[in-house]
């Protein structure tokens, strides 16, 4: 018993927890309001979209949209992440990398998407290749230059202590100038999945009508306004939670000293 009553009190949010729950009620209530209104007879309650969002789930609808909508995201996600980690870091490391692919990746990342959709279908076709190459445009321009900008402003006063310690080259991109960078690189990574899920929803928007895109545009045409927006809101929330875990994970690993202020 006396073990029982020593055990750690149940979870309770913070003062920042307690003031993001009350502005996600207060948005879903706003909308709810908004809706009854009406501002449109587009824009449904917000108790209808959730309801069209559970039967979209029970029907299987939502389950093989998303199936879909992830395997071209996982894809160009990890293309992204693999590629763009060892080109942010080598260009971190050698000025003249930097040199070269500094200003392709900043236009890429500067460039709107939407415009360069059509281009990506008369190259790839409708296919999975267009959905990888419309993420991998949208994901890596992040990822490298948040790789890039962490390696090149990794503590020179570490680097300095590793070298007056008889420390190679390698030992000290290994063991000082990574693991320095790492945190920077993770939030790189974590805003680049954010945007691999734009890219995904564009490509799916318009390239080819699959997935959760296809759930959005054809509702839409059959004006069924509570399931296009249950699409909508389902895609918001799932990357939302998504980075939210990614952003958990950083903080537990990379920034501890963080933790205090959540």
Not at 49 to 57: D, G
Request: glycine content about 8%.
């Amino acid at each position: 018993m006396e073990q029982a009553s020593r055990r750690a009190p149940a979870f309770v949010p913070t003062r920042a927890g307690w003031y993001r729950i009350l502005s996600v009620i207060g948005l879903f209530a706003t909308w709810q309001i908004a809706a009854l209104v009406p501002i449109s007879p587009a824009f449904p309650t917000f108790t209808s979209t959730i309801r069209a969002f559970f039967e979209m789930v029970a029907d299987g609808r939502m389950i093989y949209a998303y199936a879909d909508t992830l395997k071209p995201l996982l894809i160009g996600v990890a293309i992204s992440a693999g590629f763009g980690i060892v080109l942010g870091v080598s260009m971190g490391l050698y000025r003249l990398l930097n040199w070269f692919w500094e200003p392709i990746f900043v236009v890429m990342q500067a460039a709107p998407v939407a415009a360069l959709i059509p281009l990506i279908t008369y190259v790839y076709g409708l296919g999975l290749t267009a959905k990888v190459v419309a993420v991998v445009i949208l994901a890596a321009p992040i990822i490298v230059l948040n790789s890039y900008k962490a390696v090149s402003n990794a503590s020179p006063n570490l680097i300095q202590m590793c070298a007056s310690f008889q420390g190679t080259r390698l030992q000290q991109i290994w063991k000082v100038i990574i693991p320095n960078a790492a945190p920077v690189m993770f939030a790189g990574l974590r805003l680049g999945i954010a945007g691999g899920f734009i890219g995904v929803i564009l490509a799916e928007l318009l390239i080819t009508p699959t997935g959760v895109g296809d759930l959005i545009t054809f509702h839409r045409s059959r004006a069924d306004y509570a399931e296009m927006y249950a699409a909508v809101l389902s895609v918001m929330t799932f990357s939302a939670v998504t980075v939210g875990l990614l952003e958990r994970a950083e903080i537990n690993f990379f920034r501890p000293e963080k933790k205090k202020g959540r």
